[in-house]
Nanobody, 124 residues
Framework: QVQLVESGGGLVQAGGSLRLSCAAS????????MGWFRQAPGKEREIVAT????????SYKDSVKGRFTISRDNAKNTVYLQMNSLKPEDTAVYYC?????????????????WGQGTQVTVSS
């Protein structure tokens, strides 16, 4: 089992940047596919980006490609989401997810482990 704690959200103007972090507990962090999801008011939760166990592979939602970068540091049990050129439509609660699957799937279904979420608000 893994526990996840996100940080780094906040209020930023359009065109600005934020870096989200997600710290995981446990000694098996490298065995999880990690992902970032988001949920805007009145909308369903959607996938943003995922990264494989040792960073061999990444995948991104089309609307964030070229602006967001997911990365992980297995020594620190942490996954990051660098968000640049932010747009008002990026406003949402961002959630970290851990998936214990041993099979990679591009933008695949989330695992069972979620953080509490961190609010990102982009003003126009």
């Amino acid at each position: 089992q893994v526990q996840l704690v996100e940080s780094g959200g906040g209020l930023v103007q359009a065109g600005g940047s934020l870096r989200l972090s997600c710290a995981a507990s446990g000694r098996t962090f490298s065995s999880y596919i990690m992902g970032w999801f988001r949920q805007a008011p009145g909308k369903e939760r959607e996938i943003v980006a995922t990264i494989s166990w040792r960073s061999q592979r990444t995948s991104y939602k089309d609307s964030v490609k070229g602006r967001f970068t997911i990365s992980r540091d297995n020594a620190k049990n942490t996954v990051y989401l660098q968000m640049n050129s932010l747009k008002p439509e990026d406003t949402a609660v961002y959630y970290c997810n851990a998936n214990p699957s041993t099979i990679w799937s591009t933008l695949g279904a989330p695992g069972d482990y979620w953080g509490q979420g961190t609010q990102v608000t982009v003003s126009s």
